[in-house]
């Protein structure tokens, strides 16, 4: 360890207490918050969806030639926020980057509340929830299988996948913490740690599985990642949709997802930091180390973005030069198209600098910029490529209704409701593993925590 | 080790062939002669009566939700006094190789023994990705569940369904009577006649720009139009292999009639 530590010096008894004291002690502005983040469950999200189901989906703005709109919108972003967990958790482990230690564990609860935002929105997005069943494949009376060409089709098994291989990361790599909580605690809390950590002792077998199979997991959940967002890419790139069908979606989308992923963590630890008085555990030279990472992917995205408009530009035909001037150039399309440059391309360039890399008002409001940027690309990508299909005898112009709008705000709410509810119900900061980064060399030898 | 290979070729060539069908009973055409078609929308009306087609009223038109299953697109070049309006009816295509069919999860739209690309409203859960995939966006999605005003629900066709909210639905180039033709030959064991089946826009269209048969009969009606030099199909480019064929229309300069 040594000389790349992120954490100054902090007595092991400490980092135990530190923790156990973010899950039990709770201050008025957190029932605040909790409370106003499910009222806006309910009323942003759950009550319009009712409206939504009971009445049609002919309360949303969509009409006949865009027929995907706002809510596909979502479902890419949050899919996209939720590569945030996998990059720094699974990626940094296995390049055994020392400052992914004390931000892992949420990083990671963002990427399975994230992916549980996104796959609410494909139910939101039906024209017949009720029915979600028919897309599972499982031996049925109905008589009925599924079409295994259909991107949708992939869609389901890859998301699926990804959310059931997050969970599972995620609660695996906190059992010692989870014991290390069942430890100090009393009364209900006792009895349901108590059950979570599965009687983990802290033997040196113990130990040596979860170093053994941590690897293992880390290793697996990288190719999915990467899987699950080409994946939702050829949903619109195996179309033939001028705006849509582009070979260089796949990896644009993980790129973006990564992105806007980091960004997402970036924002979510400022407040997270503050929110638990553990400044201590999440330094400056994380965001530091974190300002790099979004310069890289600012850089790699922006590339290709270029590459997508001017090869778009130069093949020179007529739908696909139609639709990259209603993109670019149509307001209100083209507002939104030069805020995302801006915010997506040129802001994260101030990165570059140490001192902005190092304060936290910057890096609060670039991150919330690059999300706010990230999320119109997805908006864009939806809205400008349908309305303007090759017909132009259908051509119309989609604007989101309140319906969709307040859907949109309220899943918001919801993956703030989750994280909040998160914060006080699990070690959101990795106990053992935040140890390790304090580093007692004796300890690996003794093999107890 | 070769012959596994070219069981896996014989495989993926059978995924390319339209609806994995090695031949077709029948493949229904259309071919629509727009040089014939003067824009009067008889078939459109035809065809909202043929199908229980929902009548949504101003408001839904101008929410761009209307339930056209075929529409007559205009176009209008020039400016007063030398204008031209060019129409073009534009009904589902019935692709062979249809970008619908590849999206639908839940095999909602599939590819019939007839060649028509069929949608089974009971089996559909609304993703919308036919509609987003059509090139031709001729798609219509039930936004609401749309009951007719009494007492035009007495009129209502017995031989369609009724669709109700949250279903998608598309011209079926009026599969009931195509039922009714197939039922009717096979009951005398013989092959269905050309000119036998009539769609309900090819039945009212006063011009004759619109014939319906079978494209597999080389001595049918269509087959005899398609082979005319004015034959092309709307986005060929496209490779959907649309089963729509149209023959373009020849104009003069409008200072005489042309010839």
């Given amino acids: ?449 | 080790m070769s012959s596994i290979f070219k069981r896996i070729k014989d495989k993926l060539a059978d995924y390319r062939r339209p609806g994995y069908y090695k031949e077709f009973d029948y493949h229904w055409a259309i071919v629509v002669d727009i040089d014939r078609c003067n824009g009067c929308e008889a078939c459109v009306v035809a065809c909202y009566a043929e199908n229980n087609i929902p009548v949504v009223g101003k408001k839904g038109c101008d929410d761009a939700r209307i339930f056209n299953w075929i529409r007559i697109e205009k176009y209008i070049e020039g400016e007063y006094p030398d204008v031209r309006v060019k129409f073009i009816p534009i009904m589902c295509q019935q692709c062979d190789r249809a970008p619908c069919e590849i999206g639908c999860p839940v095999y909602a739209t599939y590819h019939n023994q007839d060649g028509l690309n069929v949608q089974v409203y009971n089996r559909c859960v609304g993703t919308f990705t036919c509609a987003t995939y059509c090139p031709y966006d001729v798609r219509r999605f039930n936004w609401f569940t749309y009951k007719p005003d009494k007492p035009l629900d007495e009129q209502l066709n017995p031989d369609v369904t009724v669709r109700e909210m949250g279903v998608m639905e598309k011209c079926t180039f009026c599969i009931q009577r195509i039922r009714y033709a197939k039922d009717a030959a096979k009951d005398e064991e013989r092959r269905v006649r050309d000119g036998e089946i009539k769609p309900a826009c090819v039945q009212s269209c006063p011009t004759g720009a619109l014939t319906f048969g079978d494209l597999k009969d080389q001595n049918s009606e269509v087959s005899r139009l398609a082979r005319s030099r004015r034959r092309y199909r709307v986005f060929e480019e496209l490779n959907a292999d649309p089963s729509v064929i149209y023959l373009k229309r020849v104009m003069g300069n409008g200072k005489r009639s042309h010839d």
């Avoid at chain 1, 149509?330 to 001192?355: A, C, D, E, G």
């Fill in chain 1, 1 to 449: 360890m040594g000389s790349d530590r992120t954490i100054e010096q902090i007595p092991y008894e400490d980092v135990n207490a530190d923790v156990v004291r973010t899950m039990t002690e709770t201050g008025r502005l957190y029932y605040i918050f909790l409370f106003l983040s499910m009222a806006g469950v309910v009323v942003l999200w759950g009550l319009p969806w009712a409206y939504q189901i009971y009445t049609g989906q002919g309360v949303t703005g969509l009409q006949t030639p865009a027929f995907w709109g706002i809510y596909l919108a979502n479902f890419i972003f949050w899919i996209g926020i939720s590569h945030s967990g996998t990059l720094l958790s699974a990626i940094l482990f296995i390049t055994q980057t020392p400052w992914r230690r004390s931000i892992y564990r949420s990083a990671e609860a963002m990427t399975f509340f994230s992916v549980m935002t996104a796959s609410i929105f494909v139910f939101v997005h039906m024209g017949r929830p009720w029915n979600f069943y028919w897309t599972v494949p499982y031996p049925n009376q109905r008589g009925l299988w599924l079409n295994f060409m259909s991107p949708l089709m992939f869609d389901v098994f890859a998301i699926s996948t990804y959310a059931t291989s997050s969970m599972i990361f995620l609660y695996f790599g906190s059992i010692p913490d989870l014991a290390a909580v069942r430890d100090r605690v009393k009364g209900w809390r006792k009895e349901v740690y108590t059950i979570l950590s599965l009687g983990w002792r802290g033997t040196d077998a113990e130990w040596h599985w979860l170093t053994k199979a941590y690897p293992f997991f880390a290793v697996f959940i990288i190719p999915l990642a990467v899987s699950v967002h080409s994946i939702v890419s050829w949903d619109f790139a195996l179309s033939k949709v001028p705006g849509l069908s582009k070979t260089i979606f796949a990896p644009y989308f993980v790129v973006g997802a990564i992105y806007s992923g980091s960004a997402g963590i970036v924002t979510l630890m400022i407040f997270l930091r503050r929110g638990l008085k553990i400044e201590k555990y999440i330094t400056k030279t994380h965001f530091d180390k974190l300002g790099m990472l979004l310069v890289v992917m600012s850089l790699i995205w922006s590339y290709i973005n270029v590459v997508e408009v001017f090869t778009g530009w130069y093949a020179d035909t007529s739908f696909e030069t139609e639709s990259l001037r209603y993109r670019m150039f149509t307001p209100p399309f083209s507002y939104m198209y030069w805020l995302m440059i801006f915010t997506n391309t040129v802001m994260p360039l101030f990165l570059i600098f140490r001192k902005v890399r190092r304060s936290m008002a910057p890096a609060l409001i670039i991150s919330l910029g690059i999300n706010v940027g990230m999320w119109i690309e997805r908006y864009l990508i939806i809205a400008t490529s349908l309305p303007r299909k090759f017909h132009p005898y259908m051509w119309n112009d989609y604007i989101p209704s309140l319906v969709e709008v307040s859907i949109t705000l309220g899943s918001f709410c919801f993956f703030t409701m989750m994280f909040l509810m998160f914060v006080k119900l699990w070690p959101s900061v990795s106990i053992y593993e935040v140890k390790e980064d304090i580093g007692i060399p004796f300890r690996r030898k003794k093999g107890h925590h």
